[in-house]
Structure formats: structure tokens, C-alpha cells
């Protein structure tokens, strides 16, 4: 990738989830300055204002927006800048979340030598995100959008938690969920075809809660989703399931099965007599609530990897 004049960042911090990491922020700055660029650096105060940021920021001005924070805030940018198709700054990423499953995802290096040089001579890759809608509310996405165990564990996790626990309070809240489970089925559209599952995954690319494989074929730059389906319930299912997961097995695990597909569409089949709502989780965060469609949006980002 090649820069014109416009050898500028605008960095984007939560200063909630940099709050133990500030130290590597302030490390890419100083080497993406010494490397001949200029950094603005501009924190968020409340929810939606890096979508803002993204949306309007200066293009002329700034080659790279990047983002400072976990794959949320990662999440807004991307609703910011696919609303202006390609003609946004291309998109970096600094690290600093729960699972960053994003950065895993596009091979980035966590030390801050390997960012900066990515960001100031990174390798650029389209991406068209996905795109969930429900009850009149659209959101897009990078990574994924998921219904049943996932989504309730992540409906589960408020904001405090996660700052007190970290990846430990997805822990917990996956314990108090598979105790409390109740078989909900949930019926799964792909393309036309009917399927049911007691889990469903539609993700954009291959990777899982950080670094672990759910669907080993996809990537960020093809205009393809997977539908990832957990066909079997049951307790001892979910936390088969779970395991073979962090064990690198899911993929070829019985009962599990990953179809690949543009138009899906994800409601409750039978709610087994749980009086709740169903939620839908989009990039980790609780967005949505079943019935959603999902397909491909309109737009496009481009995103920085490393160049090798």
C-alpha cells in the first residue's frame, strides 16, 4: 500500500477498554511519528461517537483511521466507514480489548513496532461486513453475529464485569447460562434452505472468542458468510461444544457443521418455555433480538493487515 501527501492517523481511543494498556497506545504514536507520519489522537465519551468520528472524519486529511480499543469499538468504526463505501480512510487496528478477535483475525502483531508499521505500511483488504437487521434496527458487522449460548452469555456481560473480570466474566456467565439451559430451538434459513439448530454462528471470518477456528474457509475478503449451526442440545452438548472449541476441534466435531451462504435469516423455533428475550450478538456485543435477516451490506472498508 502506498500513501500520497496524506501521511496522517486519526487514532481513535476507549479510553475504557485502553485504561490498562495506555502504555502500548502511547508506544504506536510515538513510532508511527517517527516514522515521518502525524497521529490525532481523539478519545470517545459515550457509545456511537466513534461511529461519528468515522462517518465524517476528513479523508483528504487522514490516509488510516484507527482504532484503539476492543472489537466494539472496532464494531462502530466499521458501521461509520462502510456507510461511506471505499472512499473512507483505510481502517487500522491498536489492540486493546477483551478478546481482539479481529486483530487474530487479520494477523496483526501485538508489540508496538509490528502496529505501526502496519499502520503507516500495511497491506490493504476489502471487506463488504455483514449486515443484521431486526425490528426495524440494522447493524453491521466484521466478525460475526450469533444467536442462542453465545448470544445469551453475551447479553449476560455488563459493561462493569467485564472491565472488573476480563475474559474471566465470559467464564462465569457461560457456567450461570449452561446451568440455567433450556433446549430452544432455533430455525436457521440459508439461502432457501431450511435447517435447525440449537446454536447458530453466522460469522465473516474464521475465528472465534480470539484465536480459536469456527469456520475454517472463511475470510474477510470474500463476499461469502458461514452459518455455523450447533445441531444438538442439551448441557452436556453446549459444554462439548465448548470444549472441542478450545481444544481446536470444533470444526470436526459430530453435531456441528459450518454452511456457507448470502441470505440467512435466524428466528425462534420453539422457545422451550424460557421466558426471555432471545438476543443477538453482533461483534460481542447485545444488538439485536430474534427474528433478524442477515446478508451482506451494501458497502465496503478497507482494512490494514501486515504487509507479510
Known sequence: MTFASNRAVLLI?????GRRRRGLVDAVVRRVCALGWTVDLVETAAAGDARRIAETCDAARYAVIAVAGGDGTINEVVNGL???????????????????????????????AALAQTLTAG?????????????GRTRQFSLMAGAGFDAKVVAGVSAPLKRRLGRAAYVWRSLVEARRYRP?????????????????IVTHGRLYAGPY?????????????????????????????????????????????VIAGHDIRVSVLSD???????????????????????????????????AA
Open 213 to 257: 477456528v469456527v469456520a475454517p474457509d472463511a475470510a474477510l475478503g470474500l463476499p461469502l458468510l458461514h452459518v455455523c449451526l450447533f445441531e444438538r442440545w442439551g448441557r452436556s452438548q453446549t459444554l462439548r461444544f465448548g470444549l472441542a472449541l478450545l481444544l481446536g476441534r470444533l470444526p470436526r466435531t459430530a453435531g456441528y457443521r
Open 123 to 135: 497491506r490493504e483488504i476489502l471487506m463488504q461486513p455483514g449486515e443484521a437487521s431486526g425490528a
Open 82 to 112: 462502510s456507510q461511506r463505501r471505499e472512499a473512507g480512510p483505510a481502517l487500522g487496528i491498536v489492540p486493546l480489548g477483551t478478546a481482539n478477535v479481529l486483530a487474530h483475525e487479520l494477523g496483526l502483531g501485538f508489540s508496538a
Open 272 to 306: 422451550a418455555g424460557e421466558a426471555r428475550r432471545q438476543p443477538v450478538q453482533i461483534d460481542g456485543d447485545d444488538a439485536l433480538t430474534l427474528p433478524v435477516s442477515i446478508a451482506l451490506a451494501a458497502g465496503a472498508v478497507r482494512l490494514l493487515r501486515p
Open 13 to 17: 481511543l476507549n479510553p475504557t477498554a
Open 184 to 200: 430452544v430451538r432455533y430455525a436457521v434459513e440459508i439461502d432457501g434452505a431450511h435447517h435447525e439448530a440449537a446454536s447458530v
